[in-house]
């Protein structure tokens, strides 16, 4: 299996894969409220009001409710804009969008329903994977699919269909979850199999 790293100089299929995913999406697909939320957060902690300002016009809101659902195209265009402003404090475009996905997955596991979840998860990455395709389900409104499979212990395999998420946001999001049980030395590999079809590689000690 060729393990793709996220390497990608300046970012340009990184971007790239994110403009597909925009076109493909519906007004139908959402992206829950916090995760827009997480986005802004980070930019209004760098206290840049030009940039923040920049991230609101291309979503055209400025307040999310966190388990609200708001279009996922407008999630995307905030990403992807969030990235670009990003890009160079964390190295490029996919590095921001890791970045995000973490801080994605942290607010999650810090919100009231992901809190309960963190308790019962904790020290356990087996059963954290196992319920990943709840709270896939919890998170998103898109009628995607999360499929695990197991390869061999501290290793598994996450499948993703009809997932708009661009790839590197879904590899921060992963291994901050591997982080939030306890795990050491997370690491996330993936590789589109599809237009919207995704495999990550997870690793864990």
């Known amino acids: ?25 519906t ?27 920049r991230c609101v016009e291309v979503c055209g809101m400025r307040k999310f409710a966190n388990f609200t659902c708001y279009p996922a195209s407008s999630f995307l265009r905030l990403l992807g804009t969030a990235a670009r402003l990003l890009g160079k404090g964390y190295g490029d475009f996919p590095g921001a969008m890791r970045a995000l996905g973490r801080r994605g997955a942290t607010d999650f596991f810090a919100s009231s329903m992901g809190r309960p979840l963190q308790a019962l998860l904790m020290g356990n990455p087996k059963r954290l994977l196992d319920s990943l395709p709840m709270a896939y389900a919890a998170a998103s409104a898109n009628g995607g699919q ?20 661009p790839r590197p946001y879904v590899e921060g999001a992963l291994a901050a979850a591997l982080e939030v049980v306890g795990t050491r030395e997370p690491r996330v590999w993936s590789q589109p199999l599809g237009p919207l079809s995704s495999e990550y590689v997870l690793s864990w000690r």
């Open 1 to 25: 299996m060729r393990r793709d790293t996220g390497a990608d100089p300046g970012g340009s299929g990184a971007e790239l894969e994110l403009e597909r995913r925009l076109v493909l999406v």
């Open 27 to 53: 007004p139908a697909d959402c992206v829950r409220g916090m995760f827009f939320r997480s986005v802004l957060e980070v930019m209004w902690a760098l206290g840049d009001g030009a940039d923040v300002e």
């Open 146 to 165: 999360c499929m695990v499979t197991w390869a061999q212990p501290g290793s598994a395999l996450v499948r993703l269909e009809r997932d708009f998420l």
